[in-house]
């Protein structure tokens, strides 16, 4: 296996690999990892001992959005959990409910605040519905909501700053998501 080829184009990045395979089994590895779709061509490009030599194009796209972002999808906000073939798994902040999405779907969806833009404070005081947190960026202290899946025990709180005020985000297990980023 071997980059023959690499460099920047138009909308993306271009590879030029030496194994079908090989840029096959990458593409499946992205798609896993990141999310997105996957094109596939073949094209005969010539012969060889009267063998018919094929070229295959991969194009890989990725979404605009990761795992543990937090968009606005159909007026409301969800979390994405995990991917699947035909879009992500995505997840209620208000409540427990989870639902597939098509990746047409989320071509109407927002990021409102990305998983890397979400901090992890520590809870100075909390009661059964809300919790008291010092603001990362100008250090006051600041209550907020607590997520639905609060077990009452944790120390800490992931937040995002969705439309102007800080909202607690609910973490998950899943998709390497785990609320320690």
């Known amino acids: 296996f ?3 080829e690499e460099g920047a184009v138009t909308g993306g990045w271009d590879l030029k690999l030496g ?8 593409s499946r590895n992205l798609v896993k990892k990141f999310g997105g779709t996957v094109k596939e061509t073949s094209t005969v490009v010539g012969a060889n001992d009267g063998i018919e030599v094929s070229r295959l194009t991969l194009s890989y796209r990725k979404p605009a959005y990761g795992l543990g972002d937090v968009i606005r999808f159909r007026k409301n906000l969800w979390i994405v959990e995990s991917w699947q073939k035909d879009g992500p798994i ?9 639902t597939g999405a098509t990746w047409r779907d989320m071509e109407r969806s927002i990021v409102v605040c990305p998983s890397i833009d979400q901090k992890v ?3 100075l005081n909390r009661d059964s519905s809300g919790a008291e947190f010092m603001d990362p960026v100008d250090y006051r202290v600041a209550t907020v909501a607590l997520p639905y899946n609060d077990d009452g025990s944790s120390r800490e709180l992931r937040i ?3 439309d102007g005020e800080w909202l607690a985000v609910p973490v998950t297990d ?3 998501f785990d609320g320690r980023n």
């Open 90 to 98: 995505i997840r209620r902040m208000d409540r427990f409910e989870r």
């Open 160 to 162: 995002g700053f969705i």
């Open 19 to 26: 194994s079908k395979a090989m840029a096959r089994r990458w």
């Open 2 to 4: 071997f980059i023959s």
């Open 174 to 176: 899943k998709g390497g």
């Open 121 to 123: 404070v520590q809870i």
